[in-house]
Nanobody, 122 residues
Framework: QVHLAESGGGSVQAGGSLRLSCAAS????????MGWFRQAPGKERELVAT????????YYADSVKGRFTISRDNAKSTQYLQMNSLKPEDTAVYYC???????????????WGQGTQVTVSS
């Protein structure tokens, strides 16, 4: 079992930055992929970014490519999502995810965090 706890959400103006963190506890941290999803009001949950267990392979949705960076610190059992040049359309609840099946452009996680709200105002 893996427990995930997100932090770092909040409100920011367009063009600003936020860094989300996700601390994992339970099973040995380095041995599974991780990622971030988001869900905006009235929309389906969408994949934002993924990172493999070694941290050397990442994937980004086209909508965030070049603005968001996913990373992980296995020593701290934590993954991060650095979000720069934020836009109002980035407003959503962001969910940390872990383990499961990771492909080149898809990810079906086993474990989910409870989510953290990100609000970007224009």
């Amino acid at each position: 079992q893996v427990h995930l706890a997100e932090s770092g959400g909040g409100s920011v103006q367009a063009g600003g930055s936020l860094r989300l963190s996700c601390a994992a506890s339970g099973r040995t941290f380095p041995n599974y992929p991780m990622g971030w999803f988001r869900q905006a009001p009235g929309k389906e949950r969408e994949l934002v970014a993924t990172i493999n267990w070694g941290g050397d392979t990442t994937y980004y949705a086209d909508s965030v490519k070049g603005r968001f960076t996913i990373s992980r610190d296995n020593a701290k059992s934590t993954q991060y999502l650095q979000m720069n040049s934020l836009k109002p359309e980035d407003t959503a609840v962001y969910y940390c995810a872990a383990d499961g099946e990771l492909g080149g452009y898809y990810y079906y996680p086993t474990f989910w965090g409870q989510g953290t709200q990100v609000t970007v105002s224009s």
